[in-house]
């Protein structure tokens, strides 16, 4: 497995803003690319996934899109709210191996 | 139903001291993954076990070692400590062993500070 950038590090948005996190990888073997969630203190949990036969997914509030021909991948989130306060992690795998970008530290304010 | 539990929850050791590590995976899960997540450096693929045996590693030194047991448990032993090993290390299990079959569910970690 290689590398996975994440961008930006850092995110502050206001409550009610989109934030929007990206990720690009470099292995072709990868096929699967779940985004979690760590709130301070707390394991990280599974928010969303896309497997490499779709382009994008949503679920309420979250959606993932994915450009295979780039190797990029983002996370959309709309009508923030403080409770999406986390670092959130994404991650590209093929079967023998999942490899995680750096985190992105969400803030949303009030 | 239990999740992913680990022990100790904070470990405290000295450089060239070794570390043990333990984690139950979710009852009927096979496989097991370990993860070391170091400040700022995002989860970092350590080790994966199923059915007993080792699969996979990722790129850490071979004092870096494991072993799972028959009832899928995980133990992570890290020998010759060094400072740099000051990490919180995640354990993972799924329900079908291999990445991208499904959620991998974490544990809440192992603190480990080497002094």
């Known amino acids: 497995g290689e590398n996975v950038e994440q961008h930006p590090s850092t995110l502050s948005v206001q409550e009610g803003d989109s934030a929007v996190i990206k990720c690009t990888y470099s292995?072709?073997?990868?096929?699967?690319f779940p985004w979690y969630k760590q709130e301070l203190g707390k394991r990280p949990q599974l928010i969303i996934d896309?497997?490499?036969?779709?382009g994008e997914k949503k679920d309420q509030r979250i959606a993932v899109t994915l450009n295979k021909t780039a190797k990029h991948f983002s996370l959309h989130i709309t009508e923030t709210q403080p409770e999406d306060s986390a670092v959130y992690f994404c991650?590209?795998?093929?079967?023998?191996?999942?490899?995680f970008g750096a985190g992105t530290r969400l803030t949303v304010k009030p | 139903e239990a999740g992913v539990t680990q022990s100790p929850t904070h470990l405290i050791k000295t450089r060239g001291q070794q570390a043990t590590l333990r984690c139950s995976p979710i009852?009927?899960?096979?496989?097991v993954y370990w993860y070391q997540q170091a400040l700022g450096l995002g989860l970092q693929f350590l080790l994966w076990?199923?059915?007993?045996?080792?699969?996979n590693r990722g790129n850490f030194p071979p004092r870096f070692s494991g072993r799972q047991f028959p009832n899928y448990s995980s133990e992570l032993n890290v020998n010759a400590l060094e400072l740099e090993d000051s990490a919180l290390y995640l354990c993972?299990?799924?329900?079908?062993?291999?990445f991208g079959t499904g959620e991998l569910f974490f544990g809440e970690g192992s603190r480990l500070t080497v002094l």
């Open positions: 993972a299990s799924s329900a079908r062993g291999g």
């Open positions: 292995d072709s073997a990868s096929n699967y």
């Open positions: 896309i497997r490499s036969n779709v």
């Open positions: 991650a590209a795998s093929s079967f023998y191996d999942m490899r």
């Open positions: 009852s009927g899960h096979t496989s």
């Open positions: 076990y199923d059915e007993g045996e080792e699969r």
